[in-house]
């Protein structure tokens, strides 16, 4: 019963290394492109003019690149919620973000989707970037 | 027996400031009072400042409560809380419109943030309403006949409400 039971758990612990991936991915892999400048940290404050069309998410990890990802912003009585293609800030948030009325003080740069160079979805990176204007 | 006296003058010396930190935790003597002040970041941009309505108050598991705070037109705000550990995670903060009790900003749908900044487009007055999760003696008992003692250490604790503000920076050239 006791070899029985031996082999049951070596076959699932088999089983669930078969199914991890080769490669584990770590949510610090996931980067920003501000103004030219490397954003490796969660929350971080800028200049709204600093914020530009050629800003990019990416990974800093062979073969794995930016499918979408999602900025959410927060104010008084209005929520913007704008799931972006590619790898770059689309020009609409940017404005939304950037434009002299801009009521938005900070977004968060989250649900960052990848995909393998072979096409196929990657694990989401769960990191979440928090911008917050100081301007 | 002079050195007698002497000897309990230093034992009182030395006992004196052990004394003085059991009082922190005695909730009859305002131990939440200035909670704001010594417990919560502010913001690391400097032009803000901190406004006067900031409060703490002790709270219980599965209480609401509310302040009300003006809030002007061509200003940044800043509404961030802290809390005793006690009291767990999860703290809800509402921004309810006092006029006609609308929500502007529940961190419910932001993660439990427990910070807030906007911009102020239109001067008005706002409550700003804090909601610990759980329940104890206090949020289930129907009168106060119920309530016969609440658990200091588990069931109650300080929350700050720390509001800050500065003008609306000029966007751009």
């Not at chain 1, 088999?14 to 770590?26: V, W």
């Not at chain 2, 009168?143 to 300080?158: H, P, Q, S, Y």
Request: proline content about 2%; some cysteine; hydrophobic content about 40%.
């Amino acid at each position: 019963m006791r070899l029985l039971f031996l082999l049951v758990m070596v076959l699932l612990s088999l089983t669930a290394a078969a199914q991890r991936p080769e490669e584990c991915y770590d949510d610090s892999d996931t980067l920003l492109i501000v103004g030219g400048s490397l954003i490796n940290s969660s929350n971080y404050m800028i200049d709204r003019s600093k914020l530009l069309a050629n800003d990019t998410v990416f990974v800093n990890m062979p073969g794995l690149t930016v499918e979408n990802f999602t900025v959410s912003a927060f104010a008084l009585g209005q929520k913007l919620s704008v799931t972006n293609a590619g790898n770059v800030l689309s020009e609409d948030v940017l404005e939304q973000l950037t434009n002299k009325e801009s009521i938005f003080k900070f977004f968060y740069l989250k649900d960052v989707i990848l995909r393998t160079a072979d096409g196929r979805k990657f694990a989401p990176s769960t990191k979440t970037i928090k911008i917050t204007f100081t301007n | 027996m002079d050195g007698k006296i002497l000897r309990i003058i230093l034992l009182a010396i030395v006992l004196c400031p052990l004394f003085g930190n059991a009082q922190t935790n005695d909730y009859s003597m305002r131990r939440c009072w200035g909670y704001h002040k010594d417990s919560c970041r502010t913001s690391k941009n400097i032009y803000y400042r901190v406004v006067d309505n900031s409060r703490s108050a002790l709270f219980v598991k599965g209480q609401t409560s509310r302040i009300k705070i003006p809030i002007y037109n061509g200003r940044d705000y800043r509404i961030s809380f802290c809390h005793d550990q006690v009291l767990g995670e999860g703290i809800v903060m509402r921004l309810i419109d006092a006029e006609n009790e609308s929500t502007l900003y529940d961190n419910s749908e932001d993660g439990f943030a427990s910070e807030f900044e906007f911009t102020v487009t239109q001067s008005r007055d706002i409550y700003v309403e804090i909601a610990v999760p759980g329940t104890s003696r206090y949020s289930e008992a129907q009168d106060n006949a119920d309530l016969i003692f609440l658990r200091k250490d588990t069931e109650m604790g300080c929350i700050g409400i720390l509001v800050e503000h500065m003008i609306t920076p000029v966007k751009g050239f």
